[in-house]
């Protein structure tokens, strides 16, 4: 199901769909058990069809005063690219409740309630969905990259 998953080809896409093709799963083997508590979540709608796939991570954040705090980095979250723009049964959009699943997961591993997100900045939608999540852009990690810390 992994290797068949369809993340599309646009360019802040492309990074993910490799990542999920080629490392995710094992990725997830390896680290399921220890200390960084990694996990991989695999999304179905109801007709028990994949259409999302996400993982994240116990991570240590850092403060805008540069000590480390302990909360959970949230390595991805791509959607099927024939389902990007969808709506789901109670009107929010696919990846909104894709979102929604994540931050379940998170909150159930009794994890500090602080997220690190890394998104490209030509992602303008999920820049926008970050924002809109009360997250804040912390500062510039990498050449193309934005760092959201998100409280749930």
């Known amino acids: 199901m992994i290797a068949a998953f369809d993340c599309g080809s646009a360019p802040h896409v492309q990074r993910l769909a490799d990542y999920v093709h080629q490392k995710a799963l094992d990725q997830a083997l390896y680290f399921a058990q220890s200390a960084e508590d990694h996990r991989l979540l695999l999304i179905e709608d109801d007709d028990s069809r994949l259409v999302a796939i996400a993982s994240h991570e116990r991570g240590y954040l850092l403060e805008a005063n540069g000590e480390p705090v302990a909360g959970t980095h949230f390595r991805l979250l791509v959607l099927v690219d024939y389902l990007r723009g969808t ?24 994890r500090p309630p602080r997220i690190e997100m890394i998104v490209e900045r030509d992602n303008a939608k999920m820049l926008s969905i970050c924002r809109s999540l009360d997250g804040h852009l912390e500062k510039s990690m990498r050449s193309g990259d934005s760092v959201f810390l998100i409280a749930i």
Request: no cysteine; glycine share 8%.
């Open 87 to 110: 709506k789901v049964a109670d009107g929010r959009s696919l990846f909104r409740s894709a979102l929604d699943v994540v931050f379940a997961d998170i909150d159930g591993r009794e």
